[in-house]
Nanobody, 125 residues
């Protein structure tokens, strides 16, 4: 089993930045697909970004050019650097992991085997 723990959420003004972290435990996830999703109040959970093997990445159009996903294999940790944040980025952000590398192309939350509990990001205008 893989346990995922998100951290780094908080309150930030529009135009500001935050970096989210997702640390995996239980298994080495260095060769897993890893991803970020988010869910705003009253909306469906949506795909944000994913990564495999440090350099294969995939982003939602809404965050391209503003968010950067990365990972540190030595720390078994994935990051989401969020810049130029907008009020519409306000949501609970969740991380996910899956042993199948091709899952980085899957934007469906329940397609990922392991899922975290989320961290709140609030962007004020």
């Amino acid at each position: 089993q893989v346990q995922l723990a998100e951290s780094g959420g908080g309150l930030v003004q529009a135009g500001g930045s935050l970096r989210l972290s997702c640390t995996a435990s239980g298994r080495n996830t260095n060769w897993y697909a890893m991803g970020w999703f988010r869910q705003a109040t009253g909306k469906e959970r949506e795909f944000v970004a994913s990564i495999w093997n440090l350099s294969s990445t995939n982003y939602a159009d809404s965050v391209k050019g503003r968010f950067t996903i990365s990972s540190d294999k030595a720390k078994n940790t994935m990051y989401l650097q969020m810049n130029n944040l907008k009020p519409e980025d306000t949501a609970v952000y969740y991380c996910a992991a899956d042993p199948n590398p091709s899952t980085i192309r899957n934007s469906q939350w329940f397609a990922w085997d392991y899922r975290g509990q989320g961290t709140q990001v609030t962007v004020s205008s």
